[in-house]
């Protein structure tokens, strides 16, 4: 088994993948609060990760978009919260810097193995 297909690594990049969707996400709602009639989307981040650790393929399939039910919508029917929305950005940075630090890791081992096997 190559080292690129291991699968930390092919779960890291599917974390990396939903991570990117979702930050698409809530900036298109952000973008859209003054949108009459529009609704807040998300992805279903936990559920993304579970099928990736289930060993289900991924890689053909895009993160499944939902709508999110619960907030309170104005009277022109948009429901987008900038504060709720400011603050799943602000996690979804981290989340992303997190993982981003992961994968710098895995290939700091790797080189180092790649340097002293010389």
Do not use: C
């Not at 709602?29 to 060993?55: C, K, S, W």
């Amino acid at each position: 088994m190559s080292w690129l297909n291991s699968a930390p690594l092919a779960l890291l990049e599917r974390y990396l993948d939903v991570t990117t969707m979702r930050q698409t996400l809530i900036s298109t709602n952000i973008a859209n609060v003054d949108t009459p009639g529009y609704h807040t989307r998300d992805v279903d981040f936990r559920g993304e990760l579970q099928r990736a650790m289930n060993g289900e393929d991924t890689s053909a399939t895009s993160p499944f978009v939902l709508p999110v039910r619960g907030l309170i919508a104005r009277p022109d029917g948009n429901n987008v919260s900038v504060d709720r929305e400011s603050m799943l950005l602000a996690e979804v940075q981290l989340q992303f810097k997190a993982a981003t630090a992961l994968l710098r890791s895995e290939f700091a081992q790797l080189s180092t193995a790649v340097r002293e096997g010389q």
